[in-house]
């Protein structure tokens, strides 16, 4: 046999493989995917789309270039600001990190989304977590002690965050922003539920980085993010990432997806019509935290109880995040993603018989 482990990075060795449950679910509501598919003509059309791709060739430059002159054009971006393209954001996270410099310290307010640590340890970055505020604020004084003594730093943050729903107030994020030696990126993963947005900072700040991902609004499948950010930082980050990392069938599906913005955002529309829905009904039942994203934090009355609730869920077919695992701010909590108004309804009373 081969010592495997002696030739394993330590930052990976430590971590368990990112995990996404097996099985179907006739109602999933773990992982913030639009519940809504492409209506069916759109389908149609689509496939269309897709006739035309070059399955033979590798990716043209050229189609990538016109997918990133299109988002930068609907963004508004200033000439200075360029784009870099991801096979999903965690790839443009992951392409980050792998830019950076030994010396630059990952720091991220916790909890928050599980990658900025994950990919930080793999490549054998040091990360530092700062503890959010009881309400789940952004303690800023603590962050901006981390990023001062830790320069040169990089601050990750989940715009709103993930598992939380927060959306940080902008004159915080702009106070850590103005920190000398710290770069900052504003992750917007969720940007279609809470319509707020740094991409309009960039022009006057290169020292922010702003991504965003399709995945939550309709294209998980497709796997597509991007990155905007000065262009100094784009030459840079365009040298890691790997050639034709986008393929012709997402870049095509994408410039399909730009000429029905209007579906996508009518989806965005009802499902944060449903999220105030799904609130207010939680809110009668346990503890649940506001949010501007497409998901709700939640705590049972019995915090012990999350792990029974949520197997009790599972076994009538409604699988959602039970988080409750990381402990700490997240001790006995669970997080629904917000599906469509039959799937809540569902949701909500299968949740009434487990409590
Ligand atoms: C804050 C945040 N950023 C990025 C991602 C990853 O998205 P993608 O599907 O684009 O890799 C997620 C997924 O849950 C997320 O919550």
């Known amino acids: 046999m081969v010592d495997v482990e002696r030739f394993i990075a330590q ?3 430590n971590r368990s493989a990112y995990h ?6 006739p109602i999933k509501l773990d992982a913030m995917e639009s519940p809504y598919r492409l209506p069916i003509e759109l389908r149609d059309r689509w496939l269309h789309a897709l006739r035309e791709v070059s399955l033979n060739r590798y990716p043209s430059p050229d189609h990538y270039e016109r997918v990133k002159a299109r988002l930068a054009q609907d963004a508004r971006l200033s000439v200075d600001t360029g784009v870099i393209l991801g096979n999903g954001s965690d790839e443009i996270l992951q392409n980050i990190l792998l830019a950076m410099a030994r010396e630059v310290t990952v720091v991220a307010p916790t909890p928050t ?3 900025y640590e994950q990919i930080a340890s793999i490549l054998g970055r040091r990360f530092v977590g700062v503890p959010l505020k009881e309400d789940f604020g952004l303690d800023v004084e603590a962050l901006r002690a981390a990023l001062v003594r830790h320069a040169p730093a990089l601050l990750f943050l989940a715009y709103p965050n993930n598992p939380t729903g927060t959306l940080y107030p902008e004159s915080e994020i702009r106070a850590l ?14 940007h279609p539920f809470a ?9 006057d700040e290169p020292r922010l980085m702003v991504v965003r991902t399709l995945s939550k609004q309709g294209l998980a499948g497709l796997r597509f993010g991007w990155l905007a950010a000065h262009r100094s930082w784009i030459a840079e980050l365009d040298k890691v990432r790997l050639p034709y990392n986008v393929s012709s069938v997402t870049a095509a599906s ?3 997806a730009f000429d029905y913005a209007d579906v996508f955002a009518d989806q965005a529309a009802r ?6 829905r799904l609130y207010e009904a939680l809110r009668t039942q346990v503890t649940v935290w506001p949010s501007e994203a497409n998901f709700l934090l939640f705590r049972p009355p019995v915090p012990e109880d999350a792990d029974r609730i949520h197997g009790r869920l599972k076994a009538a077919g409604i699988l959602i995040k039970n988080v409750a695992g990381a402990g700490g701010a997240l001790r006995g909590c669970l997080r629904v993603t917000v599906g469509t108004p039959a799937e809540n309804s569902a949701f909500l009373a299968a949740l009434a018989q487990a409590l």
């Open 11 to 13: 930052g990976v060795r």
């Open 20 to 25: 996404v449950p097996p099985g179907e679910f």
């Open 113 to 115: 989304f599980v990658m």
């Open 177 to 190: 922003v103005a920190i000398d030696d710290a770069v900052v990126v504003v992750d917007e993963a969720y």
């Open 195 to 203: 319509q707020a947005s740094f991409m309009g900072t960039l022009a």
């Open 254 to 256: 994408i410039e399909f």
């Open 271 to 276: 499902i944060r019509a449903e999220r105030g």
